[in-house]
């Protein structure tokens, strides 16, 4: 079992830059393959970004490619998205989420945990 918790949500005017921070508890943090999903109002689900247990490789949805950031820390626990350039389409409910596994995935049906969700809103 691990235990997400979101934090670093927020309001913010577009071209903005907010960092959300997700602390993982449980088993042990490197054994997960770490990603951000996003759900606006009205709309499914969507992967934001993903990084593999050792933090090496990183993977983003074509939305957010070149001003998302993910990175982890695992002396930490802790895996963060940096997001700038931030647009009012980002707005959305922002959940971590953690993938008992080798590979990356990005499909949210292959994640085995996930966090409570923070609340990104950006103004235009």
């Known amino acids: 079992q691990v235990q997400l918790v979101e934090s670093g949500g927020g309001l913010v005017q577009a071209g903005g830059s907010l960092r959300l921070s997700c602390v993982a508890s449980g088993r042990t943090f490197s054994s997960y393959v770490m990603g951000w999903f996003r759900q606006a109002p009205g709309k499914v689900r969507e992967f934001v970004a993903a990084?593999?247990?050792?933090?090496?490789?990183?993977y983003y949805g074509d939305s957010v490619k070149g001003r998302f950031i993910i990175s982890s820390d695992n002396a930490k626990n802790t895996v963060y998205l940096q997001m700038n350039s931030l647009k009012p389409e980002d707005t959305a409910v922002y959940y971590c989420?953690?993938?008992?596994?080798?590979?990356?995935?990005?499909?949210?049906?292959?994640?085995?945990?996930w966090g409570q969700g923070t609340q990104v809103t950006v103004s235009s």
């Open positions: 989420a953690a993938y008992y596994g080798l590979v990356v995935v990005t499909t949210e049906h292959e994640y085995h945990y």
């Open positions: 990084i593999s247990r050792s933090g090496a490789r990183t």
